[in-house]
Each structure stands twice: as structure tokens, then as C-alpha cells.
């Protein structure tokens, strides 16, 4: 997933959670970046047509954005669900996070061959937890101290 | 946490290579199913060019995996078992099954440009990194830019195939 993608998967995220447009520090916490990086790079999904910028308020993905946040939301839970059904890893946000960059929709869709993917995705994708509200997770290993 | 591409250590690149793996497993075990499960009118269909076309991928793909496998335990991590790859793919084949004879060809050749891509994205993640492995990173490197030549190959022969029969 390219950078764009990367951002424009968290704008939408954002929105969801502020219920309006994202915020430019939400942006550069969530993408671990500076402000000034988050700055630059809405000022080129504006340019493209894929973002609308109010300052003070924050950015807002247009209609084409949306649509592209939505494939790049798609491919993030298919690398989710591959990471804590298929390859049963516990710490899977954390890890797709880290894996996102190299792992390209094309990729993803032949993953999908072998994940269970609601219908309904993204739909389903729940911003708070950073996770499908159906992703069945892994269980934790027992504590040995209980 | 870097956007761009990179490959920050040893534990993720093992992830990588087992992400490789499973790509390798569902072309496999993809082509077996698409041999054994055309509907019967469209198996005598299944000429012998095609039929090889498929197997050479299987082939192609375990030795992939094993090559990859290596790495993979090289990073003290475990490559993903084919029988499991292939029951998964076994449990959705129904759903994600090519419909005719022209979807097993169309299927085969998405299989190879998704390798290619994937192997092709890696590499410059690797290179794009300043992280010391603790493995060779010059034998990984080489490693994947030859199964990535293969899956060129690879897309080359199943477009060729695809163009003579159209």
C-alpha cells in the first residue's frame, strides 16, 4: 500500500472517530509522522481531488477519496486477518502496521483467497479498536501467575 | 514507523518471507485444484500444453517455498505448512473457483504478476532499508531477484499461451 493510500486510509479513519474532518495532529499521530509531513502530503491529495482542506478545521476526503480509502481500508483488514487467522499472530495491528507499506492490493486479493471477509467490509472495520468488530483474534497465552 | 518502504528488522522480514511462502502455497495448491476440479465437459478441454503449464507452476512454486523456507529459518522463524495453506484454500476453492476453462489461464497468470509484484516490492524494501540483518543480506537479496526473474518468466509464458489461444 502506497503512502497516499496510507494516508488517505487514515483521514477516513479520523473522520469516523471526530465525527468530522481529521484533525492535521490526529493525522501525524496516527501515521507517526510530523505535522509539517502530514501538511505537505494533504496539500497533494488536494491537488489530486481525493481530499478537501479547511484550515483550522482539518481535511475531508472527497467522493473519489473515499473510494480509495475504502480499497486501501479493505486491503489493511485483509493483511489483518491474514496476520491473527492464518498466520495466528497476536500482535497483528502492530504488525500490519509495519507490513502495510510492502504489501500491495494485488497481494492482498490473493490472501483473500484464503480469509473469511464479510461482506460488508469495511464497513465493519471499527476505528477505535483499529480492527474488524468481527475479527475472531487469537487467544493471549494464560498468565502463569493466575 | 516509516510509510514508505522498508523493512525495519529481522522479525519482519521473516513475516515477509512467510507471507512469500503462502503466496507460493496458494499458487500451488490452486493449480492442483484447478487440474482436478474443472467441471468433467471441461477437463478433456485441458489440453496437455495447459495441463504442463500448471504442473511446472506447482513445481516452480514448492521449490520457491523451499528457498524461501530457508531464509525463513536462517531468521530463527517458521515457514507456514503447505497442508495448511492447502486446506484453507481447499475451504474457499468453491467460492473463488475460475468459472471456465479461460478463468483457470486468466487465474494462473494473476497468480504470477501478484509473485512477481510482491518479490519485486520486497527487494526495494530491503534495499530501501539500513537495517543489518542478521543474515547475509546480499544472499536474500539475491535470492528473491532470482524467484522474482522466474515469476517474470512466468507471466511471460502465460500471457504467450493466453495470446496463441485466443
Known sequence: MNTADQYLKAIYLAQSIEDGPAATGTLADMLEVSPASVNEMIGKLEERGLVDHEKYKGASLTDDGIVRAEEALQTYCIIERFLANVLEVENFRDEARAIQSVIDDTVAERLDTIIDRRAECPDCFDAETDACAFLEVPEEAPDPAD | MSLGQQVSDDHQLARLLQIGVVLEEVVESRAHHHIERLPADQQ??????VRTLLAEAADESADHRERLAELIERLDAEPVPYEEINRLVEAKYGQ???????????DQLCNEETAYKFYDDLIEAIENSDTEFSVDTGGVLETLAEIRAEEEAGVEEVTTLMERRA
Not at chain 2, 478433456?44 to 500444453?49: N, Q, R, S
Not at chain 2, 473463488?96 to 486468466?106: M, N, Q, S
Open chain 2, 44 to 49: 478433456a478441454e485441458l489440453d496437455e500444453e
Open chain 2, 96 to 106: 473463488t473457483a475460475p468459472e471456465d476453462f479461460d478463468g483457470v489461464l486468466y
